[in-house]
Antibody, heavy 120, light 110 residues
Framework: EVQLVESGGGLVQPGGSLRLSCAASGFTFSSYWMSWVRQAPGKGLEWVANIKQDGSEKYYVDSVKGRFTISRDNAKNSLYLQMNSLRAEDTAVYYC?????????????WGQGTLVTVSS | QSALTQPPSASGSPGQSVTISCTGTSSDVGGYNYVSWYQQHPGKAPKLMIYEVSKRPSGVPDRFSGSKSGNTASLTVSGLQAEDEADYYCSSYAGSNNFVFGTGTKVTVL
């Protein structure tokens, strides 16, 4: 069974940093692109970043470029999101999502999310 | 990277059909056949319902169908059931390994 479990969320002050983790199991993690998607309270979904299978390519939404860094450790079946210079508008539930192989251009499995609150 | 436009709400009685639109541009919806749809119940993670415009993942009822014309994609839920009441989001590949989601539609089963 495919499982994605996020951790690392919490309350952080504006300008602070936080590192999110996503533990993957039930599939060959190293074979898939992986993404982070966020959802501000009461708002819609927003794609944040993704990373290629071997970590050689990384892409970001404009609003987080230069502040967030996506990475992965295939030996540990883990995905990460380092978030620096956090702003109030980064407050959201952050989901880890797998980009499907058989379902091109779509996210076929999602974690339950971890809440990040940026507030003083 | 502007969000795709969806109507805020849609509704129908049990057994009826509801169609949700998702309007983008030629740089996303109109440019690629990589439109997907997600169902999200309150407090839950999104669930993939449709990918590549009109394909259903295993386990998704055939009451759910998708289509696209130009820069607008659509999701139709036929034979509405109480459990279909949820938020629905479209998503499109937007080139350069970027993705964009829709603004979301709350579907109410009357």
């Amino acid at each position: 069974e495919v499982q994605l479990v996020e951790s690392g969320g919490g309350l952080v002050q504006p300008g602070g940093s936080l590192r999110l983790s996503c533990a993957a199991s039930g599939f060959t993690f190293s074979s898939y692109w992986m993404s982070w998607v966020r959802q501000a309270p009461g708002k819609g979904l927003e794609w944040v970043a993704n990373i290629k299978q071997d970590g050689s390519e990384k892409y970001y939404v404009d609003s987080v470029k230069g502040r967030f860094t996506i990475s992965r450790d295939n030996a540990k079946n883990s995905l990460y999101l380092q978030m620096n210079s956090l702003r109030a508008e980064d407050t959201a539930v952050y989901y880890c999502a797998r980009e499907g192989l058989a379902v091109a251009g779509a996210f076929d499995y999602w974690g339950q999310g971890t809440l990040v609150t940026v507030s003083s | 990277q502007s969000a795709l436009t969806q109507p805020p709400s849609a509704s129908g009685s049990p057994g009826q059909s509801v169609t949700i639109s998702c309007t983008g541009t030629s740089s996303d919806v109109g440019g690629y056949n990589y439109v997907s749809w997600y169902q999200q119940h309150p407090g839950k993670a999104p669930k993939l319902m449709i990918y590549e415009v009109s394909k259903r993942p295993s386990g998704v009822p055939d009451r759910f169908s998708g289509s696209k014309s130009g820069n607008t994609a659509s999701l139709t839920v036929s034979g509405l059931q109480a459990e279909d009441e949820a938020d629905y989001y479209c998503s499109s590949y937007a080139g350069s390994n970027n993705f964009v989601f829709g603004t979301g539609t709350k579907v109410t089963v009357l």
